[in-house]
């Protein structure tokens, strides 16, 4: 069940309207990486979830990815129609209005910059920054949890490291301010996940096959040695961070792979 409290999770500011940066922080609404992407993978998650830990975990989580979306979506309208605390002269002065009907003075080129939203009418569309519509093929559930928790992982270092491009992309220190906070929300939702994924014991390999134990350790050397790296490289990269798992050197796959004729 769902009640809407009409607070927002934290407060959104915007000091100046902005439609070419609300162009560009659609793509954390309805983007790949964004906030609706982010509350619909965790929910499906959450309904499969057999661990009562990890269900609570997955609809907090998607919970508040629901709650930043309301934020992304505020910010937006706020950068189309101005902030009522600073920019209340504009909206008076019907910025909006004089944006949609294309009499502002700036209209073809804010609207070429920011297109899904001024066509929009202000509000946020579902839509990533390209205009491309939201679809649920960016969301890769795949009913396995330890499979899913790593792509949680993934897909919060992501959404980090979108806010952190927005951010850097940022001149409105108020607005930098709400994006910290989503930023930073991020970073801790990726340390749930990683904890979650920790609950799991014997989380790997994958699911309930072993795999055949002459080729899970192989490192296959397909590097033929003729650039200018060393075809070694990768081999002690692996033996440098292997922890507890362990590989060993296939020398000359070339040979090995002969032994299976393609007729
Ligand atoms: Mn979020
Ligand atoms: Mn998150």
Same mark, same amino acid.
């Given at each position: 069940?769902?009640?809407?409290?009409?607070?927002?999770?934290?407060?959104?500011?915007?000091?100046?309207?902005?439609?070419?940066?609300?162009?560009?922080?659609?793509?954390?609404?309805?983007?790949?990486?964004?906030?609706?992407?982010?509350?619909?993978?965790?929910?499906?998650?959450?309904?499969?979830?057999?661990?009562?830990?990890?269900? &609570?975990?997955?609809?907090?989580?998607?919970?508040?990815?629901?709650?930043?979306?309301?934020?992304?979506?505020?910010?937006?309208?706020?950068?189309?129609?101005?902030?009522?605390?600073?920019?209340?002269?504009?909206?008076?002065?019907?910025?909006?209005?004089d944006l949609l009907d294309g009499k502002h003075e700036d209209y073809v080129a804010l609207s070429t910059a920011a297109p899904? &939203?001024?066509?929009?009418?202000?509000?946020?569309?579902?839509?990533?920054?390209?205009?491309?519509?939201?679809?649920?093929?960016?969301?890769?559930?795949?009913?396995?949890?330890?499979?899913?928790?790593?792509?949680?992982?993934?897909?919060?270092?992501?959404?980090?490291?979108?806010?952190e491009r927005l951010i850097k992309q940022c001149n409105d220190a108020a607005l930098k301010a709400s994006l910290n906070f989503?930023?930073?929300?991020?970073?801790?939702?990726?340390?749930?996940?990683?904890?979650?994924?920790? &609950?799991?014991?014997?989380?790997?390999?994958?699911?309930?096959?072993?795999?055949?134990?002459?080729?899970?350790?192989?490192?296959?050397?397909?590097?033929?040695?003729?650039?200018?790296?060393?075809?070694?490289?990768?081999?002690?990269?692996?033996?440098?961070?292997?922890?507890?798992?362990?590989?060993?050197?296939?020398?000359?796959?070339?040979?090995?792979?002969?032994?299976?004729?393609?007729?």
């Amino acid at each position: 069940m769902f009640l809407h409290n009409k607070r927002l999770m934290h407060t959104v500011r915007v000091d100046s309207p902005n439609p070419q940066f609300g162009q560009l922080l659609l793509e954390q609404f309805g983007g790949p990486n964004g906030e609706l992407a982010a509350a619909m993978r965790y929910f499906t998650q959450a309904w499969n979830e057999p661990d009562g830990e990890r269900r &609570s975990m997955l609809a907090d989580i998607a919970t508040e990815e629901l709650s930043h979306l309301e934020m992304v979506g505020q910010a937006i309208v706020m950068l189309m129609k101005g902030s009522p605390a600073s920019e209340l002269d504009k909206v008076e002065g019907d910025y909006l209005g004089d944006l949609l009907d294309g009499k502002h003075e700036d209209y073809v080129a804010l609207s070429t910059a920011a297109p899904a &939203s001024v066509l929009s009418g202000g509000g946020p569309a579902l839509t990533d920054s390209a205009g491309n519509r939201f679809t649920a093929d960016w969301i890769d559930t795949l009913g396995e949890p330890s499979a899913d928790l790593r792509s949680d992982i993934a897909a919060e270092a992501r959404a980090k490291i979108v806010y952190e491009r927005l951010i850097k992309q940022c001149n409105d220190a108020a607005l930098k301010a709400s994006l910290n906070f989503l930023m930073t929300r991020e970073i801790a939702h990726q340390q749930m996940f990683e904890a979650a994924l920790a &609950s799991i014991t014997d989380n790997f390999p994958p699911g309930t096959l072993p795999g055949d134990e002459r080729l899970g350790h192989l490192y296959v050397h397909d590097s033929d040695g003729s650039g200018p790296s060393s075809p070694a490289d990768g081999f002690a990269l692996a033996e440098r961070h292997k922890g507890e798992w362990g590989f060993e050197l296939d020398e000359d796959p070339i040979a090995r792979a002969a032994d299976q004729t393609i007729l």
